[in-house]
């Protein structure tokens, strides 16, 4: 699947530049369906000047809760960020968590639109005032080939 992204240059700056790249992902259905995990792939990462870049989400559905939790690694930190949790209304939807960025106390949210199975639409934002005011700061979308 080819994804097309538009992420914000700076975030939480109130910075209005953009910078539009493309990657390559490919998804996999696991554990009899209750989990999926995507890889993405590409050289146009900004701030990494042409050096490979690689993502992997994992989301797990918990069947008591009905939530899923999306977990993301990038291949340039290593490490695993902090699971965003929600579940999904009318092909529509929101996951949250609580997180650190540049040394704020965040709330990130993903928003996934599958209203198009042909063409998702995910993105992100992040408040620094506990919901008060969002900056969105990244959308893709993935066309299916």
Not at 9 to 22: A, G, M, P, S, V
Not at 39 to 67: D, I, S, V
Request: proline share 3%.
């Amino acid at each position: 699947m080819e994804m097309y992204h538009r992420r914000l240059n700076k975030r939480l700056e109130n910075c209005k530049d953009w910078t539009e790249f493309e990657s390559s992902d490919e998804n996999v259905k696991i554990l009899s369906g209750t989990a999926d995990m995507d890889t993405y792939y590409t050289t146009e990462m900004p701030g990494l000047e042409g050096k490979p870049f690689e993502g992997l989400t994992l989301r797990l559905f918990n069947q008591q809760t009905k939530l899923w939790s999306l977990y993301w690694v990038a291949s340039n930190t290593g490490s695993l960020d902090p699971p965003v949790v929600g579940s999904f209304e009318n092909n529509i939807g929101h996951f949250f968590c609580k997180d650190t960025f540049n040394g704020k106390n965040i709330i990130v949210m993903f928003r996934w639109d599958a209203r198009d199975k042909n063409k998702p639409v995910w993105s992100q934002a992040f408040t620094a005032d506990n919901g008060k005011t969002w900056e969105w700061n990244w959308f893709n979308v993935s066309v299916r080939q």
